[in-house]
């Protein structure tokens, strides 16, 4: 066959130098300079050409096997043809070559078996067995390969940021090939643990030995209870009808406090409390423990001990944020050693999720920066996630005197509170005191159109549609793991959705629409632009946390998304949120309620587009930024708001807050209270004594101006 045959043959698909174009321009799979990599499970993510090209190197191929039939040890390429799952596009010529490395999934670093290559221009095929071979060629970077929607891309993507940090991908010549690698990590007394890394490099010394890890260094001595416990404390988790079992207490800090609150607990710990014995508890605890173990096999199996030991819930801590980069740590493993020789693991909180789900084969729900719940019941599991939305509502009070309706007030209070709570009308079975409403009444909807009568119908309404949003709120944010099926909902949500939705699928497509409308940025920032509670800034709405079941629904959405997916950061107080990007900021300014104008101490930044998480710290900074109009952050009904109130219309007269950018920061607010000769003292504007009489006259004279035109 001519070269120009040949041509025309490879034009049918499209031009050579637009095959190469498309696979350097594809947004999955991994290019180098003179190959394209592509796992099979993503080859329907390419380009159609891309997939025409290769069509087209199988259609050669079905060719060559008829021509070969009955030939021993050639493989057909067909739907019951020969295995492959890597397939590669030449870009230096026109070949493509279907690669088989069959431990893929299982390997760190799977080996090539075999490999067959076709060469669309001259239309040679040649075929290589590795099965035999001494040194094989193997993978890394097993992520580039999958598309980030693959189950697997967090487990790859993690054991290549662990080896990026501890120099094993740098000399990439040198490990291509098994016999070379294995060299190499032998070398630097490496090896692996599933995808992860089982001991490494010691970065600050030449000495390539394990360090003898003092563990019990890392248990420190607590004032109060662990912020793990807290959580599980205000979940209702744990109380006087449940036991607590501390695998790892540390110095038992935990296990006295609750023991004092009348709960039922034990503890173990293998330095402070060796003889203590293991129990099984309702709720056990394994808090900032799997963080300081440096062998990864025992990290696991203290991860699985404490599982075993658990009947209702497990609460998992670690640490996740590294609150000073700059201390002398030495690399080690996938973690640091610390100044006082002991180790620290600090996960992202993505990650540790993705470890607690792998090591137990769970599905963790985040509690706080770095805490998880893990249930042993999904249908508890869901009524947990379901209940973190339901917000505090006011029962509608009594507006008309209705004689029936006051003289068996006491009897219909239950009914009320069942209202209030869920929106809907209990069923049989769920409302104490039924019977005796029953047999008054005649039902539960006449004894409720009664309390109608004697309060606002409105308000009823009001809560209803409340208790909608909400359940459409945890709905749309089940797809963030696997959404439940409806006999995995608790009996009470599942009545919940019969009686406010009708059928869990109508209830899943308006929750799915909901979700949906987040992905445009205009309808968070119109839901932003007209909230009745918050501080408006030009990309931003601010609100403090004890606001946020009050805000929009969707803006409870987007929030969301960050919190009940990453967590959030410990002491927060207020909320950002951000308009002009897919974002939420956590800020914790302390002596919020006491402090006129608090400092920023701390932000957490959760980019949801890809649930990256930035954080940093402002105690060290030199003009940290401070808050203003704290009434703008609250609602009417928070106990500082009229302080609150009383000190932005202060300010306002004063004319201490015009100029925004000069007063961002705590330099500037000086700066400006200088000019205008005033001081603070608590939530109260005063001028500074030894003020120039003719200056003070010129300044009050501009308050008093500011404070007429404020109140026409």
């Known amino acids: 066959m001519s070269d120009a045959c040949r041509e025309a043959d490879l034009l049918e698909i499209a031009n050579f130098t637009q095959i190469v174009k498309l696979c350097r321009q594809s947004k999955v799979g991994k290019i180098l300079p003179d190959a394209f990599y592509i796992h099979l499970s993503a080859i329907a993510e390419l380009d159609d050409l891309l997939i025409a090209y290769e069509a087209k190197a199988r259609e050669l191929l079905g060719k060559k096997d008829n021509d070969r039939e009955g030939c021993v040890g050639f493989p057909r390429l067909s739907n019951r043809g020969v295995d492959y799952n890597i397939l590669k596009f030449g870009l230096a010529k026109p070949q493509i070559s279907y690669l088989f490395y069959p431990k893929f999934d299982e390997d760190p670093h799977p080996c090539l078996k075999s490999s067959l290559i076709i060469n669309l221009q001259t239309k040679g095929i040649d075929y290589r067995d590795y099965t035999d071979s001494k040194n094989p060629p193997i993978l890394h970077r097993k992520e580039t390969f999958i598309s980030k929607q693959h189950h697997l891309y967090d487990k790859f993507s993690h054991l290549t940021k662990c080896e990026q940090e501890v120099g094993l991908l740098k000399p990439a010549k040198q490990i291509g090939f098994l016999k070379q690698w294995q060299q190499f990590l032998n070398l630097n007394h490496i090896q692996f643990e599933d995808h992860y890394l089982a001991c490494s490099l010691n970065k600050a010394s030449n000495q390539n030995k394990l360090l003898d890890i003092d563990r019990h260094k890392a248990a420190i001595v607590r004032n109060d209870l662990s912020r793990p416990v807290k959580l599980a404390l205000e979940a209702n988790l744990l109380s006087d009808k449940v036991s607590f079992f501390d695998y790892g207490c540390g110095r038992g800090g935990d296990v006295s406090r609750l023991a004092s609150q009348g709960i039922e607990s034990a503890g173990w710990d293998p330095h402070y409390f060796p003889e203590y014995s293991l129990k099984s508890a309702d709720v056990v605890n394994v808090g900032y423990v799997i963080n300081v173990i440096e062998n990864l096999t025992e990290r696991r199996q203290a991860l699985i001990n404490a599982w075993n030991l658990t009947n209702k819930v497990l609460i998992v801590s670690a640490q996740v944020l590294v609150s000073d980069a700059s201390k002398n740590w030495i690399a080690y493993g996938d973690g640091v050693v610390t100044s006082r020789n002991t180790f620290q693991k600090y996960f992202e909180q993505e990650e540790l999720k993705i470890y607690i789900d792998q090591v137990l084969g769970v599905d963790s729900i985040p509690s706080g920066l770095g805490i998880y719940f893990v249930f042993r019941d999904p249908i508890e599991a869901e009524k947990f996630r379901s209940s973190r939305f339901r917000s505090r509502a006011r029962t509608p009070r009594v507006q008309l005197r209705v004689n029936y309706f006051e003289e068996y007030q006491h009897l219909l209070a239950p009914?009320?509170?069942?209202?209030?709570?869920?929106g809907r009308l209990p069923v049989k079975g769920e409302l104490d005191g039924e019977q005796e409403i029953r047999a008054k009444f005649g039902s539960l909807r006449k004894a409720f159109n009664l309390i109608l009568r004697a309060t606002s119908e409105d308000e009823w309404t009001a809560i209803a549609e409340k208790r909608s949003q909400e359940l459409l709120i945890y709905l749309a944010l089940t797809n963030f793991h696997k959404r439940p099926k409806y006999r995995q909902l608790s009996s009470d949500v599942q009545e919940d959705i019969k009686a406010l939705f009708g059928s869990y699928k109508q209830a899943c497509t308006e929750a799915d629409a909901m979700l949906l409308s987040l992905g445009n940025l205009e309808n968070i920032k119109q839901a932003a632009d007209e909230s009745s509670i918050g501080k408006k800034l030009t990309n931003s709405l601010l609100i403090h946390i004890s606001a946020l079941d009050q805000l929009d629904p969707?803006?409870?959405?987007?929030?969301?998304?960050?919190?009940?997916?990453?967590?959030?950061?410990?002491?927060?107080?207020?909320?950002?949120?951000?308009?002009?990007?897919p974002q939420i900021s956590y800020l914790h300014y302390p002596n919020f309620d006491d402090d006129p104008h608090p400092f920023l101490k701390t932000s957490m930044q959760i980019r949801l587009s890809d649930l990256r998480v930035f954080y940093r710290d402002y105690e060290l900074q030199d003009d940290t930024p401070i808050l203003h109009q704290k009434d703008l952050l609250v609602t009417e009904n928070y106990p500082a708001y009229q302080k609150f109130t009383k000190l932005t219309a202060q300010e306002n007269n004063w004319d201490l807050l015009s100029n925004w950018q000069q007063i961002r920061s705590y330099g500037g607010w000086q700066t400006c209270l200088e000019e205008h000769c005033a001081e603070l003292k608590g939530h109260r504007v005063y001028f500074r004594k030894g003020t120039d009489p003719y200056k003070l006259k010129i300044l009050k004279s501009g308050i008093q101006k500011r404070s007429r035109k404020s109140k026409r």
Not at 415 to 422: D, I, K, Q
Not at 554 to 581: M, P, Q, W
């Open 415 to 422: 009914l009320m509170e069942f209202m209030t709570e869920r």
């Open 554 to 581: 969707l803006l409870r959405l987007y929030e969301g998304c960050a919190s009940r997916t990453i967590g959030r950061l410990e002491d927060v107080n207020i909320i950002k949120f951000h308009t002009n990007k």
